[in-house]
């Protein structure tokens, strides 16, 4: 049978979970390639350095360069993480020859462009189902199996870490200052999780999404974000109250563009999700993505987004994919960041248009609603319900939903809202799916 | 940009469809093929039908000659049904030396191994997304996505019309006989809805799921299934009461094989699945599937399984893929209904191992429960719960759930408990998920 020489530079959690499945199930990938996925190297910054994986006498190095110049590797899986050396590496790689598969979704939200011309230019190719959501195959269906349809909305819990604290602040009702550091203890979240918890992480997943369903060029750190790292205890109980419940969701949804207004509109922030859909219920750890196509209707995905060995199960399935030959079809095919123009502008944000859960803390004195409405009436965003609570504090918070209306209204109204002599702070604002 | 020309058999709902994304949407179909799919021909019975959709001059032909005799055509979609002609025409497709494109999964399930060898000899490809679940792309995500993987079980809801008939059932609390015939006006179902209700349908497309996803080789018929059409209105009202839902599924799980026992355990049946799970929560007429792999843990697709346009979704995903080449190297690779060995035997379903929901319809008079628990424990079936309802006619609803326990062991209990003299029919036994 013939042989595919892999190489894989980082031997991490994932890097170690993808050489167990080339060493341990020789047979099931040589049966899926069609020829013999065999691990010949693996680079690590430190080879004397325990790992969670056994290797064979000679496939661990230190010098990257071992697996570069190799001539006989034909394809490497870059699992080192991190940008700018990651860059230097794949470019390395593709100019030595080689097939790439990566797991590394800030390189491709930073770096896309360059990389992908970098492997036309070389004649390799570049695969990335790892790269987001983890061992849920979004990449391959929306590059392959979606392929009749447009797109016309994309929403998804995209961050396990995340969903997991938000899921903890909701049936624990602990804030999000406690379960982050329980999260940090049991391994659930880095020990700097800022990428995580305030957004970015989903963003970067959004764009690469973004780019793949709507051929549009979104720069991800221009995708209007917030995280669940400000998120209140006190707007979890309420959303619940209210039959909702909060996740923090990247969105993309298509909007007809006339008049140079429209095209696609990106979001990511803790939303309001009816509580008993398929969203509002992915547990834990998973990560979700539901399409609206126009041929197919809806589908829905839900399955682990991280983890060793569901993350190692989309690198493999792209190193199989590679070795097939599958890759190099669907790369040639869809010319991914490539100097072909965007097939859908973004659109502004301010434009976007949704639900709104309002939050506002005020004294309890007359004439607050009235000054409230009035500020909402004059953007004119309409509200569709209101609650008061009773509080123990000097202030009482009121709580409000909008129909719908645009981001840009909804922000002008809290800014005027804020500024109203009787509320104590900045409203809060999230938006509610559907 | 180059061209492929596509023929069509059969233009009723799905290839309606199909022939209005080919025509409607040649952008979009050029931009993910690589090339242009040019709708050269469409064969049907009768030319002087009216169609749902407008044909360009000369596309349309009463002759499939016209289709398997054009030297240009290079990949047809079968989308005729029925088993006997469609074979026909689909060998004749091949030896014509055209790639073929079907959503027949009764065909498959009857003819599988004859025209994928077929295929292999002319040197072409069959390539059958829509042949399960419609919409949802399963075919693909089991045959490329989780490549990596050993599938440990599967579990289906892979009929769209029992999935529709059993939520009105549950939420409307009308008999089969009354949902059915309502059905049967909304084009739900079909005016001979048996192989859909019955199980067959299910028990098709589990057999090559079951083919695709562990290498068995079942033969569906003797995949042991039982429909929703004797389903007792009586048995859903309980199951909502001890917080289930009955759903049919098609469930294959991969059991340890020792001595000659074990292997691939297949079942179709109305089956209890706990009430605000993500299956139990599967809405009208979608199909869903969840898959359970070593690497990757558990997956949950849910999406449209039938339908003009979800159908044709799938159909046209697969010219594109077969355009592009996807195809050819998938089929050569994963050698599907060839003359190598099962590499999963399929088990003796005697020994699949369950929990079981048992109703059974007693003599109210003493020593009635003795006597059934008497005929449970002769068979070492184990009782987990039990309960006895008031009743207005001559016989009390008697109803169990057994701990996790053989089907054999299962099916033995029941017959010594419909030999009982107080017992006046059959007992009512449906399996419990989980």
């Known amino acids: 049978m013939e042989k595919s020489k892999v190489g894989l530079v980082g031997l991490g959690t994932v890097g170690s979970g993808v050489a167990r499945i080339l060493l341990d199930h020789g047979d099931r990938t040589a049966r899926q390639a069609g020829r013999v996925l065999w691990l010949e190297k693996a680079a690590v910054r430190d080879p004397a350095k325990p790992r969670g994986c056994e290797l064979p006498e000679g496939v661990l190095t230190g010098q990257i360069d071992d697996v570069v110049n190799d001539p006989e590797i034909e394809v490497v899986a870059e699992l080192m993480g991190g940008v700018d050396r990651a860059r230097e590496v794949v470019l390395a790689l593709l100019a030595a020859g080689k097939d790439v598969v990566t797991a590394n979704k800030a390189l491709l939200a930073a770096h896309g462009p360059e990389l992908f011309d970098a492997a036309r230019e070389a004649g390799r190719t570049i695969a990335f189902e ?140 803790p939303t309001l999700v009816r509580s008993g859909s398929p969203l509002a219920d992915v547990p834990g750890p998973m990560n979700a993505v539901k399409v609206t196509a126009d041929a197919v209707g809806e589908l829905f995905y839900e399955g682990p987004g991280a983890g060793q060995m569901p993350t190692a199960s989309a690198v493999v399935a792209d190193l199989i994919d590679t070795a097939v030959g599958r890759t190099r079809l669907t790369f040639q095919t869809l010319k991914l960041w490539s100097k072909e123009s965007e097939r859908t502008p ?59 209306t645009t981001e840009g209204a909804a922000e002008r109204a809290c800014q005027k809202i804020a500024a109203l002599k009787p509320v104590t702070s900045q409203p809060v604002r999230l938006r509610v799916l559907g």
Request: include cysteine.
């Open 130 to 269: 790892a790269a987001v959501a983890g061992g849920v195959p979004i990449i391959a269906n929306l590059s392959q199996c979606l392929s009749a349809n447009q797109v016309l909305s994309l929403t998804g819990i995209l961050n396990g870490t995340c969903n997991f604290i938000l899921e903890k602040m909701h049936a624990e009702g602990v804030p999000y200052s406690e379960v982050i550091a329980e999260a940090q203890r049991l391994g659930y979240a880095e020990a700097d999780p800022a990428m995580d918890v305030d957004g970015t992480d989903t963003a970067q997943k959004l764009a690469i999404l973004a780019h793949l369903a709507f051929g549009a060029r979104p720069d991800w750190a221009a995708i209007p974000r917030s995280g669940i790292d400000t998120l209140d205890l006190a707007d979890v109980r309420m959303a619940q109250q209210l039959g909702y419940t909060i996740k923090l969701l990247g969105v993309a949804e298509l909007t007809p563009v006339s008049q140079g207004v429209g095209g696609l509109q990106l979001s990511v922030g």
């Open 346 to 404: 973004v659109a502004d944000p301010s434009d976007s248009v949704a639900r709104f859960y309002l939050r506002v803390e005020a004294a309890d004195e007359p004439g607050v609603l009235a000054q409230i409405a009035g500020a909402l009436a004059a953007e004119g965003v309409s509200i569709a319900s209101f609650q008061q609570h009773a509080s123990d504090t000097a202030t009482v918070p009121l709580v409000l939903m909008t129909h719908a």
